[in-house]
Structures are given as C-alpha cells and as structure tokens.
C-alpha cells in the first residue's frame, strides 16, 4: 500500500502564511507518523484554484496517475482537494471503484469507503462550493464599486486617462477631447479606420480596433449617465 499526500495553496501568499503549503505537509506527515504508516510522497500543488478538478491540475494528474488498489490519499483539508460538491463526489466514486482510500483529516476518517464520512463530504463540499460563489460576487462587487468611482482596477489606464497619486483615474485633457470627437466622427457616419487616420494625423497613433474599443466604452459611458 502506498501513501500520498497532497498539499494545494491557490495563490504565492498562501504558500508562506495561514494554510501553508509546509503546514498541510506537517498535518499529513504527523497523521501518517500516528497511524504507523511511511508516507511514500507528497505532490505540491501551488498557484492552482480549487475550482479546478483535481484530475485537471497538474500535481493532481499526477497523483492519480500513480495510485493504485489499497493506495492512500490525505489531505489536510476538505478545500485542499475539492471546492465544488460535484467533484467531490464524483472523485470519491471514482477512488471507491479503484480500491483506494482518501482521508482528509479535517473530516476525520476514510472518506471513500466510509458511508457517514460520505454524506458530511455531501454536505461540507456544498458548503465549500457556497463560499467560493460568495468569494467570487464579493470581488465582483468591490470591483464594480471602484468602477463605479472611477478607481483603476489595474494593468494599463484606458485612453483618456493616468492613475493618480490616490490611485483615481485621472482624465488628460488631450486624450478626453480626441474622445469626444472620435465619438463625433462616429456618429457622423466615419468608418473607424477613417477615425483611426484622423487621429493619427492629430498624433494619437491608435489602431481601428483600438478607436473602437474606445468609442464603445465612450458611448457605454453616456448611457450610464442618462440612465441614472
């Protein structure tokens, strides 16, 4: 029978504080050390999202890969291996067809083949999957927020903008009247590579695609303001 163990941290500040990736590892060390048994390895999965099957990661493939009847997997916890209900369940099924166990410590015992372990992994991976939706319309609201107050979200301002000392998005002066008028020659019926000539011979050296994107957003813009 082997032993593996498997440790997953979603992003590089995780690898070094609260759940650590040698945290986890310690847990199923200390476990396998207390039921006698050599751990035989233990795969490392960092920077991977638990919302991401376990076969379809990397260290996750890997380790199925290997295991075989009456093999072992433990997990620290729960969210380690799963984050959606349906996963889950449907790894356990498949562990319980190949003869191998899975232990996760925070539940206590061999899932797998355990029918009470079984129903609270039911529950618990619903759970799981409920916060990783919360956590998600969490971020997407704070995001919408700082959109919403003209804060920069990151990567490169939009055209007609710096980021300012307070992080605000700034308007240029410049860059604001070459958007009014491309949304002018828009509308006068200009195509966008006409547009994107113009703007270049102004000294803007924008391609159509870029003048469309820039209008679209420009036009968005003064719908949201009619609407409110």
Known sequence: ?????????????????????????RMVE?????????????FIEEGVSGSVPLADRPQGAAMLARLKKGDTIIAAKLDRLFRSALDALQMVEDLKRRGASLVLLDLGSDI?????SKL??????????????????????????????????????????????????????????????MVELKQAGQSLRAIA???????????????????????????DRDAA
């Open 30 to 42: 200390g476990w396998c050390h207390m039921h006698g048994h050599a751990l035989d390895d233990v």
């Open 120 to 181: 609270f992994l039911t529950i618990a991976a619903a759970f799981a999957e409920a916060e990783r939706d919360r956590i998600r319309e969490r971020i997407s609201n704070v995001k919408a927020d700082q959109k919403a107050r003209n804060r920069y979200l990151g990567g490169t301002p939009p055209f007609g903008w710096i980021v300012g000392d307070d992080g605000d998005l700034v308007e240029v002066p410049e860059q604001q009247a070459a958007i009014r008028r």
């Open 112 to 116: 797998a083949n355990n029918g009470m």
């Open 1 to 25: 029978m082997a032993v593996y163990g498997y440790a997953r941290v979603s992003t590089t500040r995780q690898a070094t504080e609260g759940e650590s990736l040698d945290v986890q590892r």
């Open 197 to 223: 000539d113009a703007m270049k011979a102004g000294g803007f050296d924008l391609s159509h695609v870029g003048v469309k994107k820039i209008v679209n957003a420009a036009l968005g813009r003064a719908s």
